[in-house]
Antibody, heavy 124, light 107 residues
Framework: QVTLKESGPVLVKPTETLTLTCTVSGFSLSDTRMGVSWIRQPPGKALEWLADIFWSDGKSHGATYLKNRLTISKDTSRSQVVLTMTNVDPVDTATYYC???????????????WGQGTLVTVSS | DIQMTQSPSSLSASVGDRVTITCRASQSIGTYLNWYQQKVGEAPKLLIYAASSLQSGVPSRFSGSAAGADSTLTISSLQPEDVGTYYCQQCSSHPITFGQGTRLEIK
């Protein structure tokens, strides 16, 4: 059974750094198609993709306008992916989802298993 | 970045109706398009990938098609459990982008 579980703070102050951890299980980390993305959803708003990283080669991508604030990394030995967002603002208040990403390069790319999400509030 | 525009933003239909949701990309994306369903209080769920491939376990009343920059999600016979918000997502190129969502309710 594939599972992804987000963990991290529920409340962060403006200008601080947010660090979220995703712990995965149930799928092969050596599969070249498999990776993990972070997707967020502000309350009552649409989904927004933030970043992805792939197990086999460690290559990652990030949202254009957030690239200077985002870092995504993986710890294969712990089956974890970590997202770091610097200089947070109240507009970063959202539910953050960790999502398995299935990428058959040049053919398909989709999010087929989602964590339950974690609500992060940015407020002083 | 590729912009995704869904229409309508919301719709109300009766049980048994055929429902169509459209997604238009700011440039041609071919079949690099996925659809998700999100019920209130839940994480999204993958319905359709590669424009027309049904994800395992998804009812066959859901179908998708694509041509150029336009993609369509169709529910052939609306059921009460289909209430929720539907999102399209392009995967033609990074950064990955979603549509703004279509809220579907039962009349």
């Amino acid at each position: 059974q594939v599972t992804l579980k987000e963990s991290g703070p529920v409340l962060v102050k403006p200008t601080e750094t947010l660090t979220l951890t995703c712990t995965v299980s149930g799928f092969s980390l050596s599969d070249t198609r498999m990776g993990v993305s972070w997707i967020r959803q502000p309350p009552g708003k649409a989904l927004e993709w933030l970043a992805d990283i792939f197990w086999s080669d460690g290559k990652s991508h990030g949202a254009t306008y957030l690239k200077n604030r985002l870092t995504i990394s993986k710890d294969t030995s712990r089956s974890q992916v970590v997202l770091t967002m610097t200089n947070v603002d109240p507009v970063d208040t959202a539910t953050y989802y960790c999502v398995r990403t299935n990428w058959n390069r040049g053919i398909t790319y989709y999010f087929d298993c989602w964590g339950q999400g974690t609500l992060v509030t940015v407020s002083s | 970045d590729i912009q995704m525009t869904q229409s309508p933003s919301s719709l109300s239909a009766s049980v048994g109706d055929r429902v169509t949701i459209t997604c238009r990309a700011s440039q041609s994306i071919g079949t690099y398009l996925n659809w998700y369903q999100q019920k209130v209080g839940e994480a999204p769920k993958l319905l359709i990938y590669a424009a027309s491939s049904l994800q395992s376990g998804v009812p066959s009343r859901f179908s998708g098609s694509a041509a150029g920059a336009d993609s369509t999600l169709t529910i052939s016979s609306l059921q009460p459990e289909d209430v929720g918000t539907y999102y399209c997502q392009q995967c033609s190129s990074h950064p990955i982008t979603f549509g703004q969502g279509t809220r579907l309710e039962i009349k």
